[in-house]
């Protein structure tokens, strides 16, 4: 069978087997893709110290024929971003990162914004980025890409967004903010949010990826936009991520 190449970077390792390993992949080409390597775990040169999570590699690959678990065949090492194994908050941030990306995408889905969203992600925390805010600058625009933006431009219900109408609060069941006046409205459990994080996060919204560095969060906003993703995370994902847990004890 024809070989598929592509870059790719690694977002699950399992062991499989006494010998085996079962990589889940980011690629450029075809999106989310599940591998198997055969023999990975003895290999002393095709897969040693390449597959790794956060690896960025050019894989080789032959899509399944009775199943949708491809056979690795060959891995390039282009980086591991080594700081990210080396240090803790690093290495939680990063992990948090392919989280997301396992589970918000589906398989064989190509995404090509998402691809480089990840990469820029993953090179930024090596380069030693903020990892709360860089979590919240990759988190808004992911949804972006995959069609889930939470509405923050106004009052779910009214249509307004002014200090006076505080406090405002996040609802995942309404996909956006309800403002203070309208909070009798049925909307499901919401999050308080201020004025303050709302605008940073309308900001990250708007902006090219290349100018989000220039944002600055304040401690309170990184808190309360941490908390808002985890809850719209966990009301459409229906399941909790690990790694926002670690992340917020850090915090």
């Known amino acids: ?148 933006r939470p509405l923050l431009n106004g009052c779910g219900n009214c249509g307004t967004l002014a200090p006076q109408a505080a406090p405002y609060r996040f609802s995942p069941m309404r996909n956006g903010l309800i403002c203070g006046q309208c909070e009798h409205a049925p909307s499901g459990p919401g999050l308080e949010v201020s004025m303050q994080t709302i605008q940073l996060l309308r900001k990250v919204q708007e902006l090219d990826i290349c100018k989000l560095p220039r944002l600055h969060f304040s401690k309170a906003a990184i808190l309360e936009s941490i908390a808002l993703l985890k809850r719209y995370d966990s009301h459409l994902l229906q399941r909790e991520l690990q790694s926002w847990n670690y992340l917020q004890q850090l915090l």
């Open 1 to 148: 069978m024809l070989l598929k190449q592509a870059p790719a970077v690694i977002v699950q390792v399992k062991d499989h087997g006494d010998s085996d390993k079962i990589v889940t992949l980011y690629t450029l080409d075809e999106g989310k893709i599940s591998a198997i390597a055969k023999g990975a775990k003895r290999s002393k040169k095709r897969f040693v110290n390449k597959l790794e999570l956060f690896s960025l590699l050019n894989v080789s690959y032959a899509p399944g024929r009775t199943t949708s678990l491809a056979r690795l065949d060959q891995a390039e090492l282009i980086t591991n971003y080594p700081s990210l194994h080396q240090n803790y908050g690093q290495y939680v941030a990063a992990s948090l990162l392919c989280e997301l990306v396992l589970f918000w995408t589906r398989e064989h889905d190509r995404e090509d914004e998402l691809f480089q969203l990840l990469t820029w992600a993953l090179e930024g925390l090596a380069m030693g980025v903020t990892s709360a805010q860089l979590i919240i600058f990759f988190h808004v625009k992911m949804l972006e890409i995959l069609g889930f």
